[in-house]
Structure formats: C-alpha cells, structure tokens
C-alpha cells in the first residue's frame, strides 16, 4: 500500500509545457505528480496566451521568471540555469508532441507525454532512438491504468484463474460530441481537424486507453488481424470519426470487440471492460474503479472491492485509500507519476537492473498505441476491411 512516504532520494524537478488554465488534461498532471513528493513544480509555458500562462503559473506558486512564453523559451531559460529542471510533461494538443518532445530531449530533458504520442510509429521510432542514445526516460500518461484493480486482472490472468482468454470486449464512449461543433471551443476545434488531432478523433483520444490497458492486462496476448470501420456521424469532422468499432483476431485464436465514440448521446459509463477466459471472466469499468466483478462458470457471481486482503500482491501495491474508502482517477494517475519517477530516478543512478523489472507507460507503451491506430486507419481507409497487423 502506498502512504506517501518518499519512493525516491528527492524531488524531481519539474516544468510543464501546456495544461494551462483552460486546458482540459493539465490538473489531473498537476494531481497526479504532487501527491507523494516526487515531483516539484518549478517552471512552465502553461499557455499559448503567454499572459494567461504566466498569471496562471504564478497561481500555482511557479516563481514569474520561470513562466515562459513559448516552450523554446523554457528550454533555454532552464537549460541555463544549474537548478533547471530536470523532466517536463508534455500536456498540449497532439499536432506539438513530436516537436516539444525532440526539442525536450534534444535538451537533456526526461519528457512525460500525453497520448495519442505521434502521428506515426515512425516519429515514435525517432524519438525512441534519441531517447536512448541521450539516456532519457519517456513516460506517457495512459492515466486510467493505475487503478489497482487493473492490475488486479493482470495478476489474475497471469495465474490462470480466467483460463485462456476468448474474448476482450471493451467499450470507451461518451455523448459529448452528439451535436455539431457550431461555437465548439478549442479543445474540439483542434480534436475534429487531421492537420492537429492526427489520423484518427476518438480512436487516439479514447481508443487509445482501452488498447493500452488491454496490454497492461493481456501482456501475453499480440494481434493477428482487425477490422477497423469508422465514420463521422458529423459530417464536417470527415475524414476523421467520432464513432469507431474494431474487431480483433489475437495469437492465441481470441476475439477482440472494441467501441469508441464521442456520440453516444446521453452516455456516461465511460470505460468498460469485459475479458473472458474459459473458466471465468472479469468486468471492471472507471465508472465505479473500486468494484471488479469476478464471474466464475457455474459458480455464484463475486464483486471484489480495491483495498482488501484477498487480492493479489501487485493491486495493494497500487493501493493508496484503503479498502472501505473511495480510490479513484487520481489516485490512478499519482500511480502512474510515480512509477514514472521511479524509472527517471533509476536512470539517473544508472540503476539499469531496476528498470528491466520496473512497470510504467513508456515510449514503447505510445508506440504501440500509435501502431495501433495506424492499423486501424488502415483497414477503416480500405472500406473496412480485415488487414494483417503490422
Ligand atoms: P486543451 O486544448 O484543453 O488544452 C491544451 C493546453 O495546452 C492549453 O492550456 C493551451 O493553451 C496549451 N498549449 C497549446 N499549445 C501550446 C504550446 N505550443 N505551448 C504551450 N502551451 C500550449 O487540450 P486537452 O484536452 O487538455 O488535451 C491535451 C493533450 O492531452 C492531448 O494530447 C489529449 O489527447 C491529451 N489528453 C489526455 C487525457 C488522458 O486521460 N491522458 C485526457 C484529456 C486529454
């Protein structure tokens, strides 16, 4: 269980480029590397509005000379100072990922990056490769993977109490896009357009998290083949979806049915898992992260509450609340900061043995995401049809 108590020597120093006032995505940053020390936020280009960033930055306690106006800017202010910081997250629209990412690395600069991370495996593979030769970590924020009853199904998976897997089902959809974007503010404006979304809307905005935790959970599992068949309901976001389903044929003969959609009108349920083995199943939603429904053939339904005793060793590790008392998202993405620390902190020791074994979201996390989605475009662009996965 974790408590607080410091995991690493000392704070990381740490800036921020995006997740400004306005932003939707920078508070759950904010939360999640605050929680346990491991972090210290001491610089940032919040914003595009350089004042509305530096008013906003000082609000958060970030001294005036270190809210710059561009990210160029934060790199050459901290750069130059001794006690510059050491790791920026990267909280900005997709299109400016590839560009800060370089330029951060480039700089010396461990980097924790949203996703969808690029537009390509080959801007993934780039990145990777001067990651590597810098010696830098890149941690991505696939956020909702730090609930400990995700790793709960991993631990159950992996001791072969679901049996083989049959089927993955999953489910990441909301209505919030239902009616068209006349008067949409920013953060759909640059969503529904290809030139800063990418090649895909809600398979990379929301997709993306289902795939990336089915990984978590199936490590074992690689896909074989999918069709991918996506459509704009709102006509002016053609050529990209707010509406996707994809269906999976993995390695081991399972069959995968995922949806994304930003218009299921009225729909609030958000994320839904379902994994089915041949013995029994697992169902886990964010809806409620706390509860985690174990359904075994011929036997009466269990619903396992994060915290309890009876879990495995690798979700009370990942427990911050205790049983009885509400876990939720950010607690989840402080997990997720954390891990992320750990890897950046064994890096700076050159602790390499630690980071054979350690878990985090790293560069090759966002590769495959982006690999993913680049196949998934594929089969969709060829009229939905079945491609091998590559
Ligand atoms: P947003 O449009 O709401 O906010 C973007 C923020 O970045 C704003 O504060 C804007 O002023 C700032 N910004 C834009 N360009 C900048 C630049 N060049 N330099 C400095 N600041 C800049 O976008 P939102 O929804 O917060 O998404 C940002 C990223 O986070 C996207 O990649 C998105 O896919 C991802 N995201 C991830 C989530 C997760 O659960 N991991 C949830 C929501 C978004």
């Known amino acids: 269980m974790l408590n607080g108590e410091k995991k690493i020597a000392r704070p990381l120093r740490w800036g ?3 997740g400004g006032r306005t932003g939707q995505v920078g508070y759950k940053h904010r939360t999640g590397a605050l929680r346990d020390g491991t972090y210290q936020l001491l610089a940032g280009a919040f914003d595009l509005d350089a ?7 000082t609000n958060l306690g970030v001294a005036e000379d270190r809210c710059y106006a561009t990210y160029q800017d934060f790199i050459a202010g901290e750069t130059a100072r001794e006690d510059g910081v050491e790791v920026v997250s990267i909280a900005t629209p997709n299109f400016t990922h590839f560009e800060i990412t370089m330029a951060c690395l ?5 980097v924790i990056c949203e996703k969808p991370l690029f537009f390509s495996v080959a801007e993934c593979d780039a990145v990777a490769k001067l990651a590597a030769d810098k010696g830098l970590i890149l941690g991505v924020t696939y956020g909702f993977t730090g609930h400990p009853l995700v790793h709960q199904m991993a631990a159950m998976v992996k001791k072969g109490m679901l049996g083989d897997i049959r089927i993955v089902d999953m489910q990441y959809t909301h209505g919030f896009n239902s009616g068209d974007d006349v008067g949409a503010g920013e953060a759909v404006k640059w969503r ?4 800063t979304a990418g090649p895909t809307f809600v398979l990379g905005d929301i997709g993306t998290h289902l795939y990336y935790l089915s990984e978590v959970v ?4 690689k896909i074989e083949k999918l069709l991918c068949d996506r459509k704009a309901f709102i006509a002016t976001r053609a050529p990209l979806e707010d509406h996707a389903t994809v269906l999976t044929h993995y390695d081991n003969g399972a069959r995968g049915r995922l949806w994304a959609s930003s218009v299921n009108a009225g729909n609030m349920g958000s994320q839904r898992y379902r994994f089915v083995g041949s013995k029994a199943s697992l169902e886990w939603s964010d809806a409620h992260p706390d509860q985690l429904i174990y359904e075994v053939q011929g036997e009466p339904n269990r619903t396992l509450h994060h915290g309890m005793p009876y879990l495995e060793d690798e979700s009370l590790a990942a427990d911050r609340m205790g049983a009885l008392h509400t876990e939720g998202l950010g607690d989840s993405w402080a997990n997720i900061y954390l891990w992320i620390a750990q890897a950046i902190d064994a890096r700076m020791r050159g602790d390499e043995a630690f980071l054979q074994t350690h878990h985090y979201p790293g560069i090759e996390a966002g590769t ?5 989605l680049e196949n998934c475009v594929r089969s969709a662009d060829a009229g939905a049809a079945w491609v091998e996965y590559n």
């Open 16 to 18: 921020m480029v995006g």
């Open 51 to 57: 004042d509305r960033g530096r008013d906003f930055g």
């Open 106 to 110: 480039k700089a010396g600069l461990h």
């Open 192 to 195: 529904t357009n290809p030139e």
């Open 218 to 221: 199936l490590p074992h599992m």
């Open 368 to 372: 495959e995401g982006v690999r993913w």
